[in-house]
């Protein structure tokens, strides 16, 4: 606390001018007052190395090293996962681990290293310790990925949590992406970033960080293979890293760098080695298979803060109706609740909700609730005490409940780290259902409690449950999004078991893809704005979040017709396809820009409702495999270095490469192809990767190629499932995968595989068992034979 903290105080209430301007200046001292009085000062610290190792004791799957002031559990795991733990530290208990960690790989043993060390030796990785405890893992051909030097700990000596670093050296061409949501990537640039996720308190651009959802997730792509680390830690940390420079030097190879610093928690990381797709695989394999989203959540999104009412939202409807654009959801914002008050309804503004749902469900178009955290502190809302008597809410050191200032006032926060809380929590959405919701967006679970000055969120000292451990928030803070979209999901599965459950979260951790997806949260109306939003769906992607997607147009502002059509064109390609924008923005109907704009973002509908059934074959391509919807050009190829600095074109699942028009004035791009064939999905025009092209890109779309061979599942125009097969190269063969969802429900569906190749002068394609052509009366439409 500082004089500048009073200053700002006193331009809080001046800017504000209201009660809760002065709610939310008298919530700042109270969270200032709890950390001074609650959290201890850390005083004297004795820093710590391992020391000399002095022995081993195996375990399955590998064993402990121990050392002269610590010891190191290493173990394989049977899906080639490895697991690394300093001081005692176990797999469990974990946030991102789901379920009973994996089995130990009984073929892994821990043998004497001749380097005085010791090692382990299985399929995909080699991990050797160093006799001081420096870690290496190596392919399985010997070649170096990471090499991570001893660490170091810091222990106050009055008692309390260590933090630690732990340096790692990469190699010299490695390149960093991960770390959750960062809006500069999807390419992690030299530099610092920060572990706390984090409200920007107002609309972010490429650079702003941290945001809603950081992760301590990096992968590293260099020529040997790709490897995927993630310190299964949910304390405050930094990430720093510096990339390398072959040649630097007098010729030599300066190798890249990684620092990880926790301010607490313990020391322990898994690593996963090989391609990109067998990563994740693993990754999903270790924290859960992406969650399913019903189909309807795959097409297009409409929502807004500041609908105000059902008229409103009527009036919008019939917009996209009379217009003949596709519409498949409407969300509504805090402005339907009751004062802002968490499941509520404004019955003045909304008289008859839920038949209202039932008359949109009738055309095909779903309502989604916005869904927040922070309960209205006071007595006779109905939440509020069901909540005290079910003693659900945080509290702080001397017990009491802990209180912020969020959109309905001084409110109170649900732990969402004690089961109980979790379980009446969840059954609360079955208020929301019988309003007729079918889908719902977790907002401000950072958390956010508005402040004057210092932090936007609870204090550090309050109080959690921590699954029965005991803790406090600078443990429980960055999984705080995780547990409320664990308790609305498995709430869900309960009330409706029939349906796939739809939610996605602000703000959340390792292993949030469970539950759901994400969106972009408040990106900045403006080009970086629509930058950013591809490079957080790329990140989130690599991090074992597949379903995500931008606010269409920005959060804020007003775009051009030119910026909205450009991020309508790159949303139609993206997961999550939903257009949002603040109470005091411009509007986002597409009509509202112009016909011209109008007519070319029907074209961009009508194309996603073409390629849904892709969109569900790569969801539930996701959920059995990890691999995101979105891919970086580098993702079947990540040797091919030219591709890993490219953060302004994609790959959707196998079949399409999107290179969307990010900047103003722009009428012919440059793409990168990976290699292979590909055909400019509109004129059919064949080109050779890898390499680099100019392709058109007018007002009315965005360059798309579709991969030659493949197998697209997308809508014919009589609405059922065909095939749209782009003929392979001569003397090569193509494929693709196909799922034809059987609904919302959790029907098991098959996942027909085919094959495509020339015979005889015609494209051949053959279902998986030898039987040529697709299923009985699935039609099939061969393009790019003029290619």
Same mark, same amino acid.
């Given at each position: 606390?500082?004089?500048?903290?009073?200053?700002?105080?006193?331009?809080?209430?001046?800017?504000?001018?209201?009660?809760?301007?002065?709610?939310?200046?008298?919530?700042?001292?109270?969270?200032?007052?709890?950390?001074?009085?609650?959290?201890?000062?850390?005083?004297?610290? =004795?820093?710590?190395?391992?020391?000399?190792?002095?022995?081993? &004791?195996?375990?399955?799957?590998?064993?402990?090293?121990?050392?002269?002031?610590?010891?190191?559990?290493?173990?394989?795991?049977?899906?080639?996962?490895?697991?690394?733990?300093?001081?005692?530290?176990?797999?469990?208990?974990?946030?991102?681990?789901?379920?009973?960690?994996?089995?130990?790989?009984?073929?892994?043993?821990?043998?004497?290293?001749?380097?005085?060390?010791?090692?382990?030796?299985?399929?995909?990785?080699?991990?050797?310790?160093?006799?001081?405890?420096?870690?290496?893992?190596?392919?399985?051909? #010997?070649?170096?990925?990471?090499?991570?030097?001893?660490?170091?700990?810091?222990?106050?000596?009055?008692?309390?949590?260590?933090?630690?670093?732990?340096?790692?050296? %990469?190699?010299?061409?490695?390149?960093?992406?991960?770390?959750?949501?960062?809006? @500069?990537?999807?390419?992690?640039?030299?530099?610092?970033?920060?572990?706390?996720?984090?409200?920007?308190?107002?609309?972010?651009?490429?650079?702003?960080?941290?945001?809603?959802?950081?992760?301590?997730?990096?992968?590293?792509?260099?020529?040997?293979?790709?490897?995927?680390?993630?310190?299964?830690?949910?304390?405050?940390?930094?990430?720093?890293?510096?990339? #390398?420079?072959?040649?630097?030097?007098?010729?030599?190879?300066?190798?890249?760098?990684?620092?990880?610093?926790?301010?607490?928690?313990?020391?322990?990381?898994?690593?996963?080695?090989?391609?990109?797709?067998?990563?994740?695989?693993?990754?999903?394999?270790?924290?859960?298979?992406?969650?399913?989203?019903?189909?309807?959540?795959?097409?297009?999104?409409?929502?807004?803060?500041?609908? $105000?009412?059902?008229?409103?939202?009527?009036?919008?409807?019939?917009?996209?109706?009379?217009?003949?654009?596709?519409?498949?959801?409407?969300?509504?914002?805090?402005?339907?609740?009751?004062?802002?008050? %968490?499941?509520?309804?404004?019955?003045?503004?909304?008289?008859?909700?839920?038949?209202?749902?039932?008359?949109?469900?009738?055309?095909?178009?779903?309502?989604?609730?916005?869904?927040?955290?922070?309960?209205?502190?006071?007595?006779?809302?109905?939440?509020?005490?069901? @909540?005290?008597?079910?003693?659900?809410?945080?509290?702080?050191?001397?017990?009491?409940?802990?209180?912020?200032?969020?959109?309905? $006032?001084?409110?109170?926060?649900?732990?969402? &780290?004690?089961?109980?809380?979790?379980?009446?929590?969840?059954?609360?959405?079955?208020?929301?259902?019988?309003?007729?919701?079918?889908?719902?967006?977790?907002?401000?679970?950072?958390?956010?409690?508005?402040?004057?000055?210092?932090?936007? &969120?609870?204090?550090?000292?309050?109080?959690?449950?921590?699954?029965?451990?005991?803790?406090?928030?600078?443990?429980?803070?960055?999984?705080?999004?995780?547990?409320?979209?664990?308790?609305?999901?498995?709430?869900?599965?309960?009330?409706?078991?029939?349906?796939?459950?739809?939610?996605?979260?602000?703000?959340?951790?390792?292993?949030?893809?469970?539950?759901?997806?994400?969106?972009?949260?408040?990106?900045?109306?403006?080009?970086?704005?629509? =930058?950013?939003?591809?490079?957080?769906?790329?990140?989130?992607?690599?991090?074992?979040?597949?379903?995500?997607?931008?606010? %269409?147009?920005?959060?804020?502002?007003?775009?051009?017709?030119?910026?909205?059509?450009?991020?309508?064109?790159?949303?139609?390609?993206?997961?999550?396809?939903?257009?949002?924008?603040?109470?005091?923005?411009?509007?986002?109907?597409?009509?509202?820009?112009?016909?011209?704009?109008?007519?070319?973002?029907?074209?961009?509908?009508?194309?996603?409702?073409?390629?849904?059934?892709?969109?569900? &074959?790569?969801?539930?391509?996701?959920?059995?495999?990890?691999?995101?919807?979105?891919?970086?050009?580098?993702?079947?190829?990540?040797?091919?270095?030219?591709?890993?600095?490219?953060?302004?074109?994609?790959?959707?699942?196998?079949?399409?490469?999107?290179?969307?028009?990010?900047?103003? @004035?722009?009428?012919?791009?440059?793409?990168?192809?990976?290699? @292979?064939?590909?055909?400019?999905?509109?004129?059919?025009?064949?080109?050779?990767?890898?390499?680099?092209?100019?392709?058109?890109?007018?007002?009315?779309?965005?360059?798309?190629?579709?991969?030659?061979?493949?197998?697209?599942? %997308?809508?014919?125009?009589?609405?059922?499932?065909?095939?749209?097969?782009?003929?392979?190269?001569?003397?090569?063969?193509?494929?693709?995968?196909?799922?034809?969802?059987? #609904?919302?429900?959790?029907?098991?569906?098959?996942?027909?595989?085919?094959?495509?190749?020339?015979?005889? #002068?015609?494209?051949?394609?053959?279902?998986?068992?030898?039987?040529?052509?697709?299923?009985?009366?699935?039609?099939?439409?061969?393009?790019?034979?003029?290619?």
């Amino acid at each position: 606390m500082n004089g500048r903290d009073l200053v700002r105080s006193v331009k809080a209430v001046g800017m504000v001018g209201t009660a809760q301007g002065l709610r939310t200046v008298r919530s700042s001292w109270r969270r200032w007052r709890a950390d001074a009085t609650g959290l201890a000062p850390r005083g004297a610290e =004795r820093a710590r190395v391992p020391g000399a190792v002095t022995g081993m &004791t195996p375990e399955p799957g590998g064993g402990v090293v121990r050392f002269a002031r610590s010891e190191l559990r290493v173990r394989v795991t049977a899906g080639g996962a490895v697991f690394l733990g300093w001081d005692g530290a176990e797999p469990e208990p974990s946030y991102a681990v789901a379920g009973q960690s994996p089995e130990p790989d009984p073929r892994a043993v821990l043998e004497h290293d001749k380097e005085g060390g010791w090692r382990v030796v299985s399929e995909r990785v080699t991990v050797v310790v160093s006799r001081h405890g420096a870690v290496e893992l190596s392919t399985p051909g #010997g070649v170096v990925l990471r090499r991570d030097l001893p660490p170091r700990w810091w222990e106050p000596v009055e008692g309390g949590p260590a933090r630690w670093v732990q340096r790692s050296r %990469v190699a010299a061409d490695a390149r960093f992406f991960g770390l959750g949501g960062r809006s @500069g990537g999807p390419r992690l640039r030299n530099g610092t970033y920060r572990l706390w996720n984090t409200d920007p308190g107002g609309s972010f651009g490429p650079g702003d960080d941290p945001l809603y959802i950081t992760m301590p997730v990096q992968m590293v792509v260099a020529d040997a293979a790709t490897h995927l680390v993630f310190h299964d830690n949910t304390w405050e940390g930094a990430v720093s890293v510096r990339e #390398g420079e072959e040649g630097a030097g007098s010729g030599h190879d300066r190798v890249g760098s990684c620092e990880v610093r926790m301010s607490g928690g313990p020391l322990r990381y898994w690593a996963m080695v090989g391609t990109p797709a067998r990563v994740l695989h693993t990754w999903a394999s270790l924290t859960g298979p992406p969650a399913l989203p019903p189909a309807w959540a795959l097409g297009h999104h409409h929502a807004r803060w500041g609908f $105000g009412s059902e008229q409103e939202v009527r009036r919008v409807v019939a917009g996209y109706q009379e217009r003949g654009l596709p519409l498949d959801a409407v969300h509504l914002d805090i402005d339907h609740y009751d004062a802002h008050q %968490v499941f509520t309804v404004d019955k003045e503004r909304f008289p008859k909700l839920p038949q209202f749902a039932d008359e949109l469900r009738r055309h095909g178009i779903r309502l989604v609730s916005i869904v927040d955290p922070a309960v209205k502190a006071e007595h006779g809302v109905e939440v509020y005490d069901a @909540g005290v008597a079910a003693d659900a809410f945080v509290r702080d050191a001397a017990g009491r409940p802990v209180r912020g200032v969020v959109w309905p $006032g001084e409110a109170v926060y649900p732990d969402f &780290t004690d089961p109980r809380a979790r379980e009446w929590w969840g059954t609360l959405y079955e208020e929301r259902l019988d309003q007729g919701f079918a889908g719902f967006w977790h907002d401000m679970n950072e958390p956010v409690s508005f402040a004057a000055f210092g932090e936007a &969120t609870l204090p550090r000292s309050a109080r959690h449950c921590l699954e029965g451990r005991g803790g406090d928030h600078r443990e429980a803070h960055n999984v705080y999004a995780l547990g409320m979209a664990r308790a609305g999901y498995e709430a869900l599965r309960e009330l409706h078991p029939e349906q796939r459950p739809f939610l996605f979260s602000r703000s959340g951790w390792a292993g949030m893809q469970r539950y759901g997806g994400t969106w972009s949260g408040d990106v900045s109306t403006g080009w970086p704005g629509l =930058r950013a939003s591809l490079a957080l769906v790329l990140g989130l992607g690599l991090c074992g979040v597949p379903y995500a997607g931008p606010d %269409v147009g920005g959060f804020d502002g007003s775009p051009s017709p030119e910026l909205y059509l450009r991020w309508f064109q790159l949303g139609a390609y993206l997961p999550l396809f939903r257009t949002h924008a603040a109470i005091d923005a411009g509007r986002r109907e597409p009509w509202e820009f112009g016909d011209e704009a109008l007519a070319h973002a029907r074209e961009a509908l009508l194309e996603r409702r073409r390629l849904l059934p892709y969109f569900v &074959t790569l969801a539930h391509l996701a959920r059995r495999t990890g691999a995101p919807y979105v891919r970086p050009l580098w993702w079947g190829t990540p040797e091919d270095r030219a591709l890993r600095d490219c953060a302004d074109a994609f790959l959707l699942g196998d079949s399409l490469l999107v290179a969307p028009v990010l900047e103003s @004035g722009v009428v012919r791009r440059t793409v990168p192809l990976p290699q @292979g064939r590909w055909y400019d999905t509109v004129t059919g025009t064949a080109y050779e990767g890898p390499g680099r092209v100019s392709l058109d890109a007018p007002l009315g779309r965005i360059p798309v190629l579709a991969r030659a061979g493949t197998v697209l599942p %997308v809508r014919g125009e009589d609405g059922g499932l065909e095939l749209e097969v782009w003929a392979p190269a001569e003397g090569r063969t193509g494929g693709g995968l196909v799922v034809a969802d059987a #609904g919302d429900g959790w029907e098991e569906t098959e996942l027909e595989r085919f094959t495509t190749r020339w015979s005889e #002068g015609r494209v051949v394609v053959e279902r998986e068992g030898g039987q040529e052509g697709p299923a009985p009366g699935r039609p099939v439409r061969v393009r790019g034979l003029g290619g």
